[in-house]
């Protein structure tokens, strides 16, 4: 019998930043080359567009992006993180403060590393959990949040969070799921007694480094939409490694812009650098 041969085919991913030897000789020359850096934009753009357009497992990173645009995927203005000097509610974060995320097992900080979205006057409709012990998180219908299937009788305590696949979005969360809460630096699960739809003014999609965080003492995603984690923090690494680029560039820095929308405004904060260089 002829065995048969299988190929394995590494899955692509969206890496602008590193392992690209074009990409590292082009930005080496533009910065020595004055006469380059518009040159340079048209370059990344096409690197990031491609990130954009990757296929995974329950659609394309493109849909995402359209999304961001049209639909709000955020948590609400009274929501708020634990910084190292205590909590502050989402509009009084900044890019770069330091807000408590975890990764499978324990809590630690980690910076704000920039916003999908930041619109405070916006009013929009989000699903407002309630836990038995009086929790309470308000997020849109289609953001991811960790939550374990509890039965009847159930751990209070777990030592393991689940893994970033795990997720749902908000609008598939059901009373008697069970959330993860931070309490006293133990991670305590907590069922869902209420879930209703509320409408609320201000909407928030802060991002980290690992894309979890941590809202209300609550566990949950930075991410919406696609439920390929993974590829989407490769999608927002590549744009926020696009922006710094560019920033350096032309020596301009846009630490603290806050914008409506990340990708609507794209556009816009790349014509905010190259104005002084058109004149």
């Known amino acids: 019998m002829r065995k048969s041969e299988s190929k ?27 006469s380059m850096k518009l040159a340079i934009i048209p370059f990344l753009l096409a690197k990031f567009y491609e990130c954009r357009s990757f296929k995974t497992e329950d659609g394309l990173l493109e849909e995402l992006a359209r999304n961001a ?27 770069g403060d330091f807000v408590l995320t975890a990764n499978q097992t324990n809590a630690y900080f980690t910076p704000i590393t920039m916003w999908i979205h930041r619109d405070p ?26 939550r374990n299937e509890c039965e009847e009788f159930y751990d209070d305590f777990v030592t393991e969070l689940p893994f970033s696949n795990e997720t749902v979005y908000a609008e598939n969360l059901r009373v008697g799921d069970c959330v993860m809460l931070l309490y006293k630096g133990r ?19 802060p991002m980290t480094e690992n894309g979890r965080i941590i809202v ?14 993974t590829q989407q ?23 603290n812009y806050v914008y409506k929308s990340v990708f609507s405004e794209l556009p816009l904060d790349l014509l905010r650098l190259m104005v002084p260089y058109l004149k």
Request: glycine share 4%; charged share 25%.
């Open 233 to 255: 923090s490769n999608l927002f690494n590549a744009l926020l490694y696009l922006k710094q680029q560019i920033s350096k560039l032309f020596g301009i820095s846009m630490h």
């Open 69 to 95: 645009n049209e639909n709000v995927r955020c948590f609400s203005t009274d929501s708020w993180l634990t910084t190292p000097r205590g909590k502050k509610r989402m509009d009084q974060i900044r890019v």
């Open 187 to 205: 991670w305590r699960q907590q069922k869902l007694q209420e879930i209703e739809i509320t409408t609320r003014k201000g909407a928030f999609a």
């Open 121 to 146: 006057d916006l009013v929009t409709r989000f699903v407002t959990i309630l836990t038995d012990y009086g929790k309470m998180m308000a997020l849109t219908a289609r953001h991811l949040m960790y």
């Open 216 to 229: 209300n003492d609550m566990l949950a995603s930075c991410h919406s939409d696609l439920r390929d984690v």
């Open 8 to 34: 394995r085919t590494k899955k692509k991913t969206c890496d602008i930043r590193n392992g690209n030897a074009k990409t590292e000789a082009v930005m080496r020359a533009t910065q020595s080359n004055s």
